[in-house]
């Protein structure tokens, strides 16, 4: 497979565990947008774009799992800063058990069959 293919690959992957991802680093505690971007791609993520994250910042504000808050700055823009709320840790937990669940099940036919 070339590395294109891999790439979108990789994307598509990405996509559908992100919220769970910065779910996850809010656990860890508030943050803002270019952070939990920088954070992510240390992580091995790759670089997360802000066209990419703030609609999932929006999206997990607009269902309660997160709460926002812009911050004036001394210098420079302000900033939006973002928490984790109770319903967010509560989904993070169950979703991240059936993460791991689809994890596994993805791990054992991999095993079973991916090298025939």
């Given amino acids: 497979m070339k590395g294109k293919a891999?790439?979108?690959?990789?994307?598509?992957w990405l996509k559908g565990v992100l919220d769970l991802l910065v779910l996850a680093g809010l656990a860890e505690g508030?943050?803002?947008?270019?952070?939990?971007?920088?954070?992510?791609?240390?992580?091995?993520?790759g670089t997360i774009k802000g066209g990419t994250l703030y609609p999932v910042?929006?999206?997990?504000?607009?269902?309660?799992?997160?709460d926002a808050e812009y911050r004036a700055a001394e210098r420079g823009p302000g900033r939006r800063y973002y928490?984790?709320?109770?319903?967010?840790?509560?989904?993070?937990?169950?979703?991240?058990?059936?993460?791991?669940?689809?994890?596994e099940a993805v791990r054992s036919a991999l095993g079973a069959g991916g090298n025939t």
């Fill in 57 to 66: 910042l929006n999206r997990l504000e607009e269902a309660g799992l997160v």
């Fill in 6 to 12: 891999r790439t979108d690959r990789r994307a598509s």
């Fill in 30 to 45: 508030e943050s803002y947008g270019y952070a939990i971007a920088k954070r992510l791609d240390e992580a091995g993520f």
């Fill in 83 to 103: 928490r984790i709320t109770d319903e967010g840790r509560a989904f993070l937990a169950e979703q991240a058990a059936a993460w791991t669940e689809f994890d």
